[in-house]
Every structure is written in C-alpha cells, then in structure tokens.
C-alpha cells in the first residue's frame, strides 16, 4: 500500500501549487481592477468563477486520469494564463470577455485530451493520419474563400462566424507525428549510406517524410509568409531529429539548411528586409519619423516600466500595436517591470524544464520524443516572440504560449499541456469513478504503514 | 536520447539567459536612454504629469507664479499660472505638447525633482506610494514693481518694456513686455485648445511669444551714447575734452551727411563742445566726430565690456554674451568687418544706429554696469532653490560678469547722466525731489515712415546706486512722431524709481 501513499503526498503537493496559480491569476487581475478604476472589477464574481471552477475541475480530472503526474505543470501553465488574462482584461474589457470564454474551451480542451487519450501510446498508432491532419492544418489558409490574409500573413481560416488560426492547432499534430515516426525509424536515420564523413545521410527512403515536413515548413515560410511558425517548425523539426538519432550532423545541416533559407526569405520578401531594418534601428530617429513602430512602443513601454512597473493599471501599455497577442510581454513590462517579466521567464522556464524532465523520465521512446518536442515548442515560440519583443532577435508575430489573446493559441497550447501532463503520469488507471480523499485516506488506515 | 535531451536543456536554457540579458537590457541598463527618445513624447509626458512640480515664486519667496495642481484627468498634475501673462516671458510655459521655456526649462531638473540633490526626497515618496515631488525656485522678480510695470508697459500703444535691475547683485527685479500671452493657454492638457493657442500664438504678427524686454532688439539711439562715452574716457577723453561742434557732419567717402536732432546746430552754434555738454544735451554731430575719432574696434570692446556681442549682421553673436537664467538676446554692435569700405557707419554707430541693436535687458545692464562703479554683475532671475519642505537646497550669490570700465570713468559716466536729468538736459522729466537720477534718453529712428523707439536708460539714487531701469515705448506711443525718450519714457523711469526707492 506504501504506492497509494506516495501517491496521496504527491497529489497534497499538488494542491499548493493550483492554489499559488489561482492567487496569481485572480490577484493581478483584482490588481488591474484596482489600479484603473480604484475599485474592485465588476465582473469579479463571473472571471473569478471560471478560473476557480475551471482550475478546480482541470485539478479534479488531472486527480483522476492522470494521478501520478508532474504536479507543477498545470499550475505554472494556469498562473501564466492568469496573468496573460490579467493584462488582456487591463488593455481591453471586450477582448477579456472574449478570452474567458477561450480559456472555458482551453480548459475543457485540456480535460477531454486527458480523458480521451487514456496513454498517450495510443496516438503513435496513428503516426501518418495524424502527420496529414497536421500538414493539411498548416496548408488550410491557402485554400481559397476560407483562407484570410491578416496583417501581410495568410493564416487564417473563415468558417461562417468563426475565424481560426488552424496552423496553432496543427503544431501540435506535426510534433506528434514527428514523435511517432522519428520514435519508430530512428534507428534507420541513425546509419547513414551515403555521403562523407560526419554528413553521411540516411537512405532517402526513410528521409522522405522527414523532408515532406521540411517543405511544409518552408510552404508556410513562402506562401503564407508567417516567418515565426516557419522559424517555428524548422526548429522543432531539426531539434526532435537530433535528439532521436543523437547525430549532431543533422543540426549542422539544418542550421545551414535554416540561414540558407532566411537569407532566400530575405532576398525574396520585402517584408522580411522590412522587418531586419526595423530589428536593427527601430529606435533610429530616422525610423521614427512617422511615428514609433511597434516595436519602438514597445521598447519604449519596457523602458518605462524599468525594475518595479507602472503597477497594473497604471501604465500606458494600450500605446503599443498588438499589445494583447505579440506584444503582450511589452504590456507586462510596462506594468509589471523587470519583476513581472522575469517571473513570466522563470514561468516559462519552469514549464518547459519540466516538460524536458517529463521526457527523460518517459520510459518509451515515443513519449520521450513527444515530450521533447512539445517542451521544446513551448519554449522556442515564447523566446521567438520575447526575443522579437526585447529586439534579441528581428520580431516575427508568433503568441506567446498561454499568454497572448487568441482562441487558437490558447486551446492548442492547453492541448500540449494535457499531452505533457499524460506523458508524465503514464497510463490512466484503470479504475472506477473519482474517489475523494476521504476514501483515498481511509484506504491508507491498515496496519501495513 | 537523454543525453540530448539534457543538452537540449541546456540549450534553452541558454536561450532563457539571453532573454534574460535581453530584458535587463531594455528594462534596466538602457532604459533611460530608450525612454528619452523623442519619439516616446506621450510617455515622458505621462511620466511628467506625474510630478507634483516646484513651484516659482517671486522674490518675497511667497507669491506664487506657477503651481501645480491635482486634476481628475488622464495627466495627473496640470500647471497653473496664478498670474497669468504678468510673469509668461519669465515662467515660460510648461506645456505637455510643446516642452518647456524660459524658467520652466532652465530650472527644469529641479522643477520636476530630478535633481541629484532631491534623490534623497525622490526615494522616501517613492516608498511612500506619494507622488515625486519638485524643488521650489525663488526669484529675483518684485511682484510689486513687476506688476505696476506690466500696468504701464500695457497702456503702451505699440508695445514696449521696462527692465529693472540692481546694480550691485544683478537681480532682475522686473522684465516686464508688451504684447505678453498666457501661458494656462499652452499648459491645458486639453491638447486641441493647446494646439489652437500656440497656433494663434506663432501666427500673430506681433509675435506676443518673444518678450520686448529681452528677446527681440531694437536700435539704441542715444541711449548708447552711454557706450560710446565710455569708450572715449576709457581711451584719454574726459569729460571736458573738446570735440568739434560742426552744423553737420559731412562724412567720408558720401555725399551723406550726419545731422542732429530736429537739424539743429549744438549748443547756439559754438565752434566746439566738451564731452560732458556733448552727453548732456545729446548732441549727435560731436557724438558721430567721436565715434569716427574713436573707431570700431574701440567701440565694439567697450560694447563687448558691458555685454553686447559683434555680429555681422543679420547674422547671429560672433561673440560670447553674459549669461542669464533664461535664454534672452544681448545688445549687438557690428564687427569691424562690417566697416569696410563703408566708414561713415561708424559715426552713425556711435549714436547708436547703423545696426547696433540692442533691448531694455541689454542697456539695463549698461546702466547697472555704470552705477556699481564699472563692474557688471551677472544679471540673474533665480536666488535659491527650495525643496519640497521648503529648506532651501541651492543659493546662488551674486557673480561678477567682468569691468566694464574703471570706477574713474563709471563715476564721470554717473556724473553726466546726473547731468542729463538735471536743468538743461534733455531727461528732465525724470527728476525725482530729494534723489538724484542718473539718466539717458535716446529717440532711436526706426524705417522710413515709422515712428521712433522712445529710450530711457537711468539708475537712482546717483549716490548710492540701489536701481537700475531701462524703458522702450515701441514706435512713439501715443504720441507719435513727437516721441523723444525725454518726452514719453523718462516719466515711466521716474516713475519705476519712484515706486522702487519707497518700497525698498
């Protein structure tokens, strides 16, 4: 019975931490509430509800499909949807509205993923159905009539009333796939045939998917223009090669492969020089002329913010374009200062160092590999787009995970965050409904402790 | 596989690193730098509105002549101009669209607390939650004298100044100027009306932004006799020197002739004329000979003494001025280079035309110069500066500018200004019973078809100088082409003494 126990503490320690995400979430939110108006928010009763009860029922679920998971995941990827909901509501109460309901969906998202997928080796049965889902969500914005060119990217996808960004969602599906096939064929991209030395490449046989995925990426760079996903994509792709096979050639290549291509995008697109010259001297006088860009607002409100913040509701972050999806780090460091951001980071690197340890621990290679790579997307979209917010790298419009308006981003990053949660806790357990603590405990009382 | 699994780790975590340097870099280490962008106007003026800006008061480190007050809206401190346009050429505006002037941005650092002697305030409020508070700055301006001049310079048809100084610290007492503005216009925070009175405000010909008193210049007439006498008795003249007293003064290379006031000939007609006659009666033909006689090179290092500049005109300051607590234009007398080959300007710049340009703080400071025996102070607005609590943080004592002339010549000057008031000169109507007034007139002709600049330039009592007043009245007044110094502003100068000598 001593398994049981372990259990229990681990599920005690799992309260804590839910309970931290809630303070946080509800606290900066209260906080915007009083920083603008001075008084409590008026629509603390309903917002407060649906992170108590959502967080709650997530926890309940969590309790019972997935009991001998990593107890800290949820809570962190909870306080940064907290605090993103936070900054969402100070910018803009409509929008906020609109995200509480995104976070419902999330989070029900999240449950259904970890009560459908009861072991998460159910999915590598279904590698090349869900590699195509996955290449077909990326491509659905090219089609026509749905497919909706916003801000210079085609993107988005128009259903009726409902517009959707199907490439967040197919993220997910091309690391599983990746996880699946990589996981079944690593031992045969591991030997090269041909080629010299260090750069002896697999048969092409076996590298056929592989670059089936590549060009996908590389479709998404060219046709739909979206630099972030495609830098995205690369990456992963490149990084879940490497781990699988151990052979750094493959990174060497795929480095070479990613400059060769950047500086195609370069030449090619004006878009990608504009958006290099306003990397470099987005705060020239000459660049501001016309105005500050986004970028300069946005360094401009980090600037301002300096170690301590405005306090929340006491800045001007709404001066910044785009402030609630990509530039929703220069709003919190505005607000919040070098504190807020530096926690956001820890968050992120707390998240995604777990995720990373959920993969070691994994003891196939399947959920190595998914762990890997979903980690590793979580963290490369969040140092994309802070990087391209702080100017450490040329800005290219991804969200930041968990953070960002945007159902799309929302629910899919829940939906990697449910994947990683069932890693790390292995097969639900076959048993019967929920049992309370109470029960749990009782069971604890024979004389065997 | 978890060997590149760790790896990986690392690897982002490196990434985090950077990210790291990233933020601290924008947030920390760059941050003022980055804030300070021009392009970033609406922030800083956020952040600037946040300031419970020091107050400027007036001498009596009372009245106030600008506050800041709370407000309700989206900018939490608005600046309030008490006195509205009697002080707008000394406070300048504090506007959130348009920067700052005069004293609200040569004060700046410690109106707005960010001196490095307030830091020590900054931080206790700061951990206080209370707003950052501004130093305090007192001035040198009377509000009395300040006003009653902005009463007389307002009844002045066409405009004019009156600038009051004491000779032996430089205090400004009064700057006063007409047309003026009001500066609440410009600190609203309601940016449209702003927008519409700086507007109408650049767009008025009379241009009420820049001061009469110390912006703008105009010709000196007479009034730089002053200048000119000094320079012969600093260079052997004395008083009684004999200078030759000719109808006219024809003059080299022309066919152009140099005549006196009302082409009247000095003195009945005497052959020859002292210096001290020349002064008192303002005799332009003896002062044209001694101008010829002394030269631009002499005359331009006696100007450059009592703080004007050279310049070529129109061109700006070919050399350094006094400085002042706000930006302000000094007098103007040509560089030599402009004489070339044009000879007889010299003697019309020895009356004070012919480019020689100059305003009420200029030839304040002249007379000032003259009645603290040749020694001209810096002339300053600001004496101390307070902080929050009201413990003065800053003194600023009284600076020599440097000797405009020897005590010897500054005594002869006094002695022939004296001279000008009394009986038989031309600044009569300055005299005050039981104080001696020490005074110059000056009718500086301006273009063709308009009507002169009436000047008085004096300082009282001649004994023990304790002010010193420059007068213009712009363009004859009300009396138009019968305008003389003597006639319309000696009255005004008696009259800023009068009020100055019983209020000290």
């Not at chain 1, 108590?52 to 019972?64: H, K, P, Q, T, Y």
């Not at chain 1, 070098?338 to 980071?345: D, K, S």
């Not at chain 2, 030269?295 to 500049?309: E, T, V």
Request: net charge negative; aromatic share 8%; charged share 15%.
């Amino acid at each position: 019975m001593s398994r049981v126990e372990t259990t229990e503490d681990r599920w005690l320690r799992g309260v804590l931490p839910l309970l931290s995400a809630l303070a946080i979430a509800l606290g900066a939110y209260v906080l915007v509430g009083l920083g603008k108006k001075g008084k409590f928010p008026a629509t603390l009763s309903l917002y407060g509800a649906i992170f108590i009860v959502g967080f709650a029922a997530a926890f309940l679920v969590i309790r019972r499909y997935a009991p001998k998971t990593d107890p800290v995941m949820f809570p962190v990827a909870g306080a940064l949807a907290g605090i993103g909901f936070a900054v969402i509501f100070r910018l803009d109460g409509n929008l906020a509205a609109e995200q509480s309901t995104w976070l419902i969906v999330g989070l029900l998202a999240f449950c259904a993923t970890l009560i459908v997928v009861r072991d998460h080796r159910q999915l590598d049965a279904y590698t090349y159905t869900i590699g195509l889902i996955g290449v077909a969500l990326l491509l659905l914005p090219i089609v026509p009539v749905i497919g909706q060119t916003i801000n210079g990217a085609r993107l988005w996808v128009q259903i009726g009333p409902i517009g959707f960004q199907p490439s967040e969602l197919g993220k997910v599906f091309i690391v599983v796939f990746l996880a699946s096939y990589l996981s079944a064929k690593r031992e045969l991209l591991r030997v090269g045939t041909g080629g010299w030395g260090p750069l002896r490449l697999p048969q092409a046989r076996h590298l056929g998917p592989l670059l089936l995925a590549w060009g996908a990426s590389l479709m998404i760079l060219f046709v739909q223009k979206d630099l972030g996903a495609s830098l995205l994509y690369f990456a992963i792709f490149v990084v879940m090669l490497w781990v699988a096979t151990g052979r750094p050639a493959y990174l060497v290549i795929g480095v070479l492969l990613f400059a060769a291509g950047a500086w195609l995008g370069y030449l090619a697109f004006s878009h990608v020089e504009t958006r290099v010259d306003l990397w470099l001297h987005a705060l020239d006088p000459s660049m501001l002329r016309e105005g500050a860009s986004q970028l300069a607002e946005g360094q401009f409100a980090m600037a301002s913010g300096g170690i301590l913040g405005s306090g929340l509701g006491q800045g001007v972050p709404y001066r910044i374009p785009f402030a609630v999806t990509d530039f929703i780090f220069a709003a919190i460091g505005e607000e919040l200062g070098l504190l807020g951001t530096t926690a956001v980071l820890l968050l992120f690197v707390a998240l995604v160092g777990r995720g990373l340890q959920t993969a070691l621990r994994a003891t196939d290679d399947f959920g190595k590999l998914l762990a890997t790579g979903l980690a590793t997307l979580v963290g490369l979209q969040a140092f994309v787009i802070i990087g391209g917010v702080t100017r450490v790298i040329p800005l290219t419009g991804v969200t930041l995970p968990f953070m960002s308006y945007g159902g799309s981003s929302l629910v899919s990053n829940f939906i990697i965050l449910a994947l990683l949660v069932r890693v790390a806790s292995g097969p639900a357990p076959q048993r019967g409904p929920l049992r309370g603590p109470r029960r749990a405990g009782i069971e604890e009382e024979p004389p065997d402790g | 596989m978890d060997s590149q699994i760790r790896r990986l780790a690392v690897g982002l975590l490196v990434l985090l690193v950077i990210l790291l340097f990233g933020v601290n870099y924008v947030q920390v280490f760059a941050a003022d730098s980055i804030a300070d962008n021009p392009a970033n106007a609406y922030r800083q003026f956020v952040a600037e509105s946040e300031v419970d800006r020091g107050r400027i008061l007036a001498n009596d480190a009372q009245t106030p002549l600008a506050i800041s007050r709370e407000t309700n809206g989206e900018f939490t401190y608005q600046r309030r101009y008490p006195r509205g346009e009697l002080y707008a050429h000394l406070t300048g505006y504090y506007s959130l669209f348009f920067g700052r002037t005069e004293l609200e941005g040569s004060f700046n650092e410690y109106l707005s607390g960010d001196a490095p002697e307030l830091l020590p305030q900054t931080l206790g409020d700061f951990i206080q939650g209370n707003p950052k508070r501004g130093a305090s700055i007192v001035t040198t301006l009377d509000p009395d004298l300040q006003e009653l001049a902005m009463d007389i310079v307002g009844g002045m048809r066409n405009g004019g100044a009156i600038v009051m100084m004491e000779p032996d610290t430089g205090n400004v007492l009064v700057s006063a100027a007409n047309p003026t503005f009001d500066p609440n216009a410009l600190s609203t925070q309601d940016s449209e009306a702003a927008e519409k009175a700086i507007t109408a405000l650049n767009d008025d010909p009379a241009k009420p932004l820049l001061s009469r008193a110390s912006d703008e210049l105009y010709p000196p007439g007479s009034v730089f006799k002053i200048v000119t006498a000094a320079a012969a008795l600093e260079n052997g003249y004395t008083p009684s020197s004999r200078i030759r007293n000719p109808l006219d003064l024809t003059l080299p290379q022309t066919t152009e002739t140099l005549e006196n006031f009302g082409g009247s000939h000095c003195l009945g007609g005497a052959s020859e004329i002292t210096l001290a006659q020349a002064f008192q009666i303002s005799c332009n033909v003896s002062f044209g000979t001694l101008g010829l006689e002394l030269g631009p090179r002499k005359l331009g290092r006696q100007a450059q003494a009592f703080g004007f500049c050279l310049w070529n005109p129109p061109g700006s300051c070919l050399t350094d001025t006094v400085p002042f607590d706000i930006p302000y234009t000094a007098g103007r007398y040509p560089d030599t280079e402009y004489f070339v080959d044009n000879e007889p300007l010299v003697a019309f710049s020895g009356i004070g035309q012919a480019d020689v340009a100059t305003n009420p703080m200029s030839m304040a400071m002249v007379a000032s110069a003259v009645a603290n025996d040749g020694v001209l102070m810096r002339p300053r607005l600001v004496s101390e500066v307070r902080d929050p609590q009201g413990r003065a943080i800053e003194r600023f004592e009284p600076d020599e500018a440097g000797v405009a002339v020897s005590p010897e010549t500054a005594q002869d000057l006094t002695d022939m200004m004296v001279s000008v008031v009394e009986p038989g000169g031309t600044g009569t109507a300055a005299a005050i019973s039981g104080v001696s007034v020490a005074g110059k007139t000056g009718t500086a002709q301006t273009r063709e078809g308009a009507f002169p600049h009436a000047w008085f330039v004096s300082f009282a009592p001649a004994e023990d100088p304790q002010v010193a007043v420059a007068v213009i009245v712009l363009n004859g007044g009300d009396l138009g082409n019968e305008a003389t110094g003597g006639a319309i502003s000696a009255p005004i100068a008696k009259q800023m003494i009068e009020a100055a000598l019983e209020g000290g």
